[in-house]
């Protein structure tokens, strides 16, 4: 009865690849999140999805594309991944101000 | 953008103790403030919150208080046990769906 699960738990891969972590939520929630979590544990906004409509777009390079199949799911794809990529990046979602995170996918660039 | 600070970053308290945790924001138009914990290796875990027209909320061993004011907001724990030890995030929120986090608080709870 998980709520809001991500895939993979743990990621390794080389610079220039590319990736993509998936999020899925039971909870029936219209809004859907991607945060990052830096080495020094803090979490910034990436972006968010209201229906399937991007609602937050930060300050993220073009490499980082949302994709929102469906209000259930939210996928996060990473082109050309860079060292600077490393970190580990939480799924959330939210039917009003409360956000529920997953358990986050722990990506390392080598 | 909302500018959320939090103190302290380390904190060590005796079980059985009381703990605090204070942040302050920058936007007057913030309404929402949630606190999180983070367990090692897991993800963040709303434990509470508050909105700005409350002035103070309790759950348990749990409590939060707002000074609207003086745009700051704090974390209360008493009878501190081993499995308080986490790292905690306040964050604030204009409504807008975004939220923003403090740099969070690492508490240690010495048996």
């Known amino acids: 009865d998980t709520a809001v699960s991500q895939t993979p738990k743990y990621l390794v891969t080389q610079m220039g690849n590319d990736k993509s972590i998936k999020c899925e939520q039971n909870l029936g929630h219209d809004t859907m999140y991607w945060y990052k979590q830096d080495s020094k544990k803090f979490l910034k906004i990436m972006f968010s999805y209201n229906n399937k409509e991007l609602i937050i777009n930060e300050t993220v390079p073009n490499r980082f594309s949302p994709k929102s199949p469906d209000k259930a799911h939210l996928n996060l794809h990473i082109n050309s991944l860079e060292l600077g990529d490393s970190a580990v990046y939480f799924c959330?979602?939210?039917?009003?101000?409360?956000?529920?995170f997953g358990p986050g996918t722990r990506l390392t660039v080598t | 953008g909302e500018n959320v600070e939090q103190h302290p970053s380390t904190l060590s308290v005796q079980e059985g103790d009381s703990a605090v945790i204070k942040c302050t924001y920058s936007d007057s138009a913030s309404n929402y403030f949630p606190w999180y914990k983070q367990e090692l290796g897991k993800g963040p875990q709303l434990i509470i919150d508050i909105r700005s027209n409350v002035g103070e909320k309790k759950d348990q061993r749990i409590a939060v208080t707002l000074n609207k004011t003086a745009k700051h907001f704090s974390l209360h724990i008493t009878e501190t046990q081993p499995e308080d030890s986490a790292v905690y995030f306040c964050?604030?929120?204009?409504?807008?769906?975004?939220?923003?986090f403090g740099a969070g608080t690492t508490v240690t709870v010495r048996a």
């Open positions: 964050a604030a929120s204009m409504g807008d769906y975004k939220l923003s």
């Open positions: 959330a979602s939210s039917q009003g101000a409360e956000q529920y």
